[in-house]
């Protein structure tokens, strides 16, 4: 995603290594995302249902 | 002793041998109070090695704070993979497991510059007018 468009930046996170991020962010299974800080979704999902739900949330939520 | 069995590294060779482009990885890193940062960087000193087309840049991240601050990068282990542009892809972490794989898979897109995504997908994200940050919270298992 971060590849197809300027305006997606993509972070991946060793959840073991940094406890306060996992704090923060109440992760208590993997993967787990979390888009513009706010939006969760959780486990692995389809491609285009991942795409829609996180553009969804951008398109209302600034970071 | 490495950290990649030899089969492993064949197979990384193998993948690696698809990228069209060279790829950066700009690595910051410490000597104290981290410890993964040490097997972090021989993760990646052994992965640089596989790829013509890939190298390993280190940055020690108390003394290039500018730099760190550049890449959006607050903690360490911190990866960030920079091809022609940089897309925005950052790794938190000691890039084992699943980390390491996903980190393979994007030296690959970004040394393409192609997603590879589905075409719907391409036109969801080409109608993006504000940002979208991404953190994919994952464990090496």
């Known amino acids: 995603m971060a590849v197809e468009s300027s305006k997606v930046t993509s972070t991946v996170v060793g959840a073991n290594e940094y406890p306060d991020l996992v704090r923060k962010y109440q992760v208590s299974g993997v993967p787990k995302t979390v888009v513009n800080d706010r939006v969760e979704i959780l486990g692995a999902r389809p491609e285009d249902d991942f795409i829609r739900t996180a553009v969804g949330a951008a398109s209302t939520l600034t970071p | ?141």
């Open chain 2, 1 to 141: 002793m490495p950290i990649l069995s030899p089969s492993d590294a064949a197979r990384v060779r193998d993948m690696l041998a698809g990228m069209t482009s060279p790829v950066r990885l700009a690595f910051f890193t410490q000597t104290l109070n981290c410890e993964t940062c040490e097997p972090a960087k021989q993760i990646l000193a052994e992965l640089a090695e596989l790829g013509d087309q890939l190298t390993v840049e280190e940055h020690h991240y108390l003394l290039e704070r500018e730099e760190a601050a550049k890449f959006g990068i607050d903690r360490v282990p911190a990866i960030a993979v920079l091809g022609a542009q940089d897309y925005g892809i950052r790794f938190f972490g000691m890039p084992s497991g699943y980390e390491f794989m996903s980190l393979l898979d994007a030296i690959l897109l970004v040394s393409k510059g192609d997603s590879g995504l589905l075409e719907g997908s391409r036109a969801m994200l080409a109608a993006l007018e504000s940002p979208l940050t991404l953190q994919v919270f994952v464990t090496p298992t």
